[in-house]
């Protein structure tokens, strides 16, 4: 693969910043012209396509292949589903003697013949992409255009008279003609004392410090309830026999997520839904009648979701509810209602629940303090009522929330106001086909709940729905009008 410095000043340059699947996604479908060079920078550019939820794991760490896709691979992507198939043996070879036993829990699906139901470790996601990165580039390189990986930050955009400039962390500058800009969700929301000797503020990144307290026997704490929570279980079960593991996740809910089951023969929901609600509560109690006729019809929460998912990218929110403000209040209500998880490890859960040696509490975290020997975490009940919970290590696995950052490429262009806030939904909006302010710059993340007039019935913390709306916002960014 061409290196930056290897490129023709002169040549027209498109530009992708950021590393993950829909920067991916970007590269994948972008039409380019022969002599263009394409640059992707990235905090880990080379790997294109991993991002933060499919990286390759630390060799030699009990933990690797430990966390899972959220979904059965079918679901994620019918390519990757084949090529789990096809690549089956060496995976059975990789994963032969881990903890957690995930070929056990693979058994009964590969016996009834359905490999594309598993969820399979996300770093074979990772290296999935990277077979499909090699193909894409070997592609664009025999019609003549370059394409280049600048390990860097994007941290500004602007427009000039020599095209759109994008300043660099490491002090440097690109110019482009068209720029795509696909930089992830924002951070974590950070909690008061999440990162201390007992407290870890996220699970990524951490894992040998929160290792040494599991293996200590010590209580793990996690603050939150969803797919971050269920890779913090994964990590204790890499580690500790379940009869060891003593494991806590508090939740607002207080509740686990349903375990998306694939089953043969894969079906989804067909939700029938009628035009022109006036407001969100009227078109959510159809919605809510709608899942309970398919609960009452056999249908679980894979094949519910499922349908959902398929058929908000068919038919977006805006022909039920026209009213923008209106269909702002639906996303909240149906993120809580479609949600599912990770079926290996939300049984397990369960199973652990069973015995004692996990359970769920109800309540929000206010605050963590380190005591001597441990951390002693501040729960606000419903009613507001403050208590204490002593526990061993806490786990911030929250996901983003008000005190969440974005990298410093979307904050710029939030402050120029190229993309905005939603009042409403708190996510970011972006205009018709993922462009901003500028034509020739499209932003597209999991954040973004509103593209052009759509509101996203249902949040893009999703690789198939990410590479659905890039591949329809149309190949390319628009060029400026002189180039
Ligand atoms: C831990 C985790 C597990 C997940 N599991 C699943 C799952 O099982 N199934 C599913 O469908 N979805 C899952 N998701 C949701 C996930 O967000 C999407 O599926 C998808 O991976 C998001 O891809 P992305 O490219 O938009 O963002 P990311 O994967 O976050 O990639 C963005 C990348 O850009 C880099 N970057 C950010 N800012 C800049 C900048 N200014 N300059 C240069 N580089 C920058 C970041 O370092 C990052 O690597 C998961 C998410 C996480 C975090």
């Not at 959220?70 to 990757?80: H, L, R, V």
């Not at 309970?292 to 990218?313: N, P, S, T, V, Y």
């Not at 905005?420 to 970011?428: H, N, S, Y």
Request: net charge negative.
């Amino acid at each position: 693969m061409t290196q930056p410095s290897d490129l023709a000043a002169d040549a027209p340059t498109h530009v992708i910043v950021g590393d993950g699947i829909t920067a991916f996604a970007f590269l994948e479908t972008g039409r380019f012209a022969p002599g263009e060079r394409v640059v992707v920078v990235g905090r880990q550019a080379t790997q294109l396509g991993r991002g933060a939820a499919y990286a390759t794991g630390e060799a030699g760490t009990p933990w690797r292949y430990a966390y899972l896709l959220n979904s059965p691979a079918d679901d994620i992507d019918p390519a990757f589903a084949r090529w789990l198939s096809q690549n089956w043996d060496r995976i059975v070879d990789r994963m032969q003697g881990r903890s957690p036993d995930w070929l056990s829990m693979a058994a009964p699906l590969v016996a009834a013949g359905d490999t594309y139901g598993v969820n399979a470790p996300r770093e074979f996601y990772g290296d999935f992409m990277a077979e499909r990165l090699e193909e894409i580039v070997h592609r664009l390189q025999k019609t003549g255009v370059s394409v280049s990986f600048l390990t860097d930050e994007a941290v500004s955009l602007k427009q000039s008279q020599d095209g759109l400039l994008i300043g660099l962390a490491s002090g440097g500058t690109l110019r482009a003609r068209s720029v795509d800009v696909a930089p992830g969700g924002p951070s974590t929301m950070r909690i008061d004392g999440d990162d201390g000797p007992f407290a870890a503020p996220s699970v990524f990144g951490h894992e040998h410090r929160i290792a040494r307290h599991i293996e200590a026997g010590e209580e793990i704490f996690c603050i939150g309830g969803n797919a971050a929570m269920l890779d913090v279980l994964r990590l204790c079960q890499s580690l500790l026999a379940d009869d060891d593991i003593r494991f806590v996740a508090c939740a607002p809910d207080g509740e686990v997520p349903p375990p998306l089951v694939p089953r043969l023969p894969r079906r989804m929901t067909q939700p029938r839904l009628t035009t022109g609600h006036a407001t969100a509560d009227s078109f959510l109690a159809e919605v809510g009648a709608e899942i309970d006729r398919a609960r009452a019809d056999g249908d679980e929460m894979r094949e519910i979701r499922a349908g959902f998912r398929a058929h908000f990218l068919d038919t977006p929110l805006s022909v039920y509810v026209p009213d923008l403000n209106e269909a702002r209040r639906v996303p909240g209500t149906l993120r809580l209602w479609l949600r599912g998880g990770t079926r290996d490890t939300i049984q397990d859960m369960h199973r652990l629940i069973g015995a004692g040696r996990a359970r769920v509490m109800q309540g929000l975290v206010a605050g963590v303090e380190h005591g001597p020997d441990g951390a002693v975490v501040r729960l606000v009940d419903a009613t507001g009522t403050e208590t204490l919970y002593q526990t061993g290590f806490v786990v911030n696995c929250a996901g983003a929330g008000p005190n969440s950052r974005f990298d410093p490429l979307t904050a710029d262009l939030l402050r120029q106001g190229l993309i905005d806030l939603c009042p409403v939904t708190r996510g970011l909006r972006v205009g018709e086909a993922c462009r901003t302010g500028l034509a020739a710059v499209r932003y597209l993340s999991p954040s973004v709940t509103q593209i052009g007039d759509d509101v996203m019935a249902m949040p893009l913390y999703d690789a198939h729905m990410l590479r659905a709306y890039v591949d329809r916002s149309g190949g390319r960014a628009l060029t400026t009008p002189d180039d």
